[in-house]
């Protein structure tokens, strides 16, 4: 069946392979059609200024990658794309870019022509820790059931459901929030990908204790065998087979916990419920009050306006106005006023991810002029306890360079950039340009893989050797010692290597 490469409908999976029988228009389905489709394979979009630096990324964070993923031409094809990309810039925007999806011609059950996954899936993965921002993920995936999205679904590549991919990336939230919304349906759920594993075998398998201590008190089955005749308690890896800090605790844990005769107490998994506390005294048992000054996650200071239950989700929730720009609101969400403060300075956020504002020194974040995107510096990544079961895009030489405690970058710093093929250097510049808006680094490369000699369009910012020059967002920088210099030539040799092996075949 020949397709035509215009058509954005590509519609050939409602006549050849149906997601599910057609069903009414549904809220989320925009273009109101009644099935779902397969979207075309398409590239991320990269703006013009990465693309000359060389970078493969898209990120969120610089505003001209950000002005193409609100452009309307833009398709959900390429957002896709964007969601494919698992890096800390992409995976802690999953809300922003979710809410751009939903705002194009897309069926709520729509799935991505490359990895046959839906929006639901890709908001599941999001909430790895460490990688995603949990709460967005929650968020999201809180908004795409309410639309009707289906959990049930399967990506046909893997096998596994929202709820598979839940306990594999060990998001326990979702694990509560998807088996309520299937009424428990799927906690027995089998998965190929896995021997026909249940839930609880993907748990055991990639070392999850808080997912298989939560499945177990939903009534998961620590008897269930897969098709190799092995009980969830037979899965956990040996020591030897990983190489994560701590791991033969972990697993004595979980094989206490998995053993079907175990006299191992299985303590009630459920979050902390404060809705019949008065708010008062919950906040001073907690060293909080209104009006006082807090960190939201790690680096978003502000003032505390709110806390207490609301009406768009369940739980105490903490309403915070920020210093700057960066949040969702108004201190008002769904026509319900909670507090007040300037547009986009409100946010709201759990009580796990608040903390009481200190004196001592935070690490700063560049910003942009002219309201445009906060470049972000992520702090370290830990994906240790992802398998390679599921392709998640990460590289060693990745893991290198997150592994080292990321700080303020300055002027004399050494640091490495971020791209296909990583490049060193030494930073020469710091702040703004006439060239762009935002806040920039102008780095001396090691090699002649620059762009300029320290000046642009006539400007000089610094002084180099030609094509030594290159300017770059802090989001593209990471500060490096000797360690992680030789970890990256190293993995830079390998890369180009495998690269040439490629080309010849």
């Not at 490469?5 to 149906?18: A, I, Q, R």
């Not at 306006?305 to 769904?334: C, M, S």
Request: aromatic share 8%; glycine share 8%.
């Amino acid at each position: 069946m020949k397709m035509d490469e215009d058509d954005k409908s590509f519609e050939y999976l409602e006549h050849k392979n149906p997601v599910s029988s057609p069903s009414p228009p549904i809220i989320g389905s925009t273009s109101g059609r009644t099935h779902p489709i397969i979207h075309p394979i398409r590239d991320a979009p990269l703006c013009t200024q990465c693309k000359d630096l060389r970078l493969t990324f898209f990120d969120p964070h610089c505003p001209g990658c950000w002005s193409l993923a609100q452009d309307p031409r833009t398709t959900v094809g390429e957002l896709f794309a964007v969601l494919r990309q698992w890096v800390p810039q992409v995976q802690r925007s999953v809300l922003a870019i979710g809410q751009e999806i939903l705002q194009r011609d897309f069926h709520i059950d729509d799935r991505d022509g490359l990895t046959d996954m839906t929006l639901l899936h890709y908001a599941s993965k999001a909430g790895c820790e460490g990688v995603g921002e949990r709460s967005d993920a929650v968020e999201l995936v809180s908004l795409l059931l309410e639309r009707g999205a289906s959990p049930e679904l399967r990506s046909r590549w893997t096998d596994m459901t929202v709820l598979h991919y839940a306990v594999f990336f060990d998001v326990v939230p979702l694990i509560r929030l998807l088996l309520k919304a299937t009424q428990f349906k799927d906690l027995e759920s089998s998965c190929r990908e896995f021997e026909n594993g249940t839930p609880l075998h993907i748990a055991a398998c990639n070392g999850c204790l808080e997912s298989a201590r939560c499945l177990l008190q939903l009534g998961a089955n620590c008897r269930a065998r897969d098709a190799q005749g092995r009980m969830p308690l037979h899965c956990v890896p040996d020591a030897s087979d990983v190489a994560r800090s701590g791991w033969e605790v972990t697993a004595g844990k979980l094989r206490q916990l998995l053993h079907p005769d175990s006299q191992f107490t299985r303590p009630r998994y459920s979050p902390q419920n404060y809705d019949d506390v008065p708010s008062r005294v919950l906040l001073t048992s907690l060293g909080l009050g209104l009006g006082d000054r807090v960190y939201v996650g790690d680096s978003k200071a502000g003032t505390l306006r709110f806390y207490g239950t609301t009406q768009f989700a369940p739980g105490v929730w903490a309403g915070i106005e920020l210093d700057e720009a960066i949040g969702k609101h108004d201190g008002t969400v769904e026509d319900v006023a909670y507090f007040k403060c300037p547009p986009n300075h409100g946010i709201f956020a759990p009580l796990s991810k608040v903390s009481k504002f200190v004196t001592s020194p935070r690490p700063s974040t560049p910003r942009s002029v002219g309201g445009g995107a906060i470049a972000v510096s992520h702090g370290k990544i830990d994906v240790s306890h992802v398998s390679p079961k599921v392709d998640t895009g990460l590289r060693s030489r990745t893991l290198s360079v997150a592994s080292i405690k990321q700080e303020d970058i300055s002027v004399g710093d050494r640091v490495t950039i971020a791209g296909q093929v990583p490049r060193h250097g030494i930073v020469r510049y710091s702040g703004l340009t006439q060239f762009a808006q935002g806040w920039w680094y102008g780095i001396e490369l090691d090699r002649p893989e620059g762009k300029n000699d320290g000046s642009v369009g006539s400007v000089r910012y610094f002084t180099c050797s030609p094509q030594h020059g290159l300017f770059a967002h802090s989001s593209k920088l990471t500060r490096c010692n000797d360690y992680s210099q030789n970890s990256l030539d190293s993995s830079t040799s390998s890369q180009a290597a495998q690269t040439n092996a490629a080309d010849r075949s």
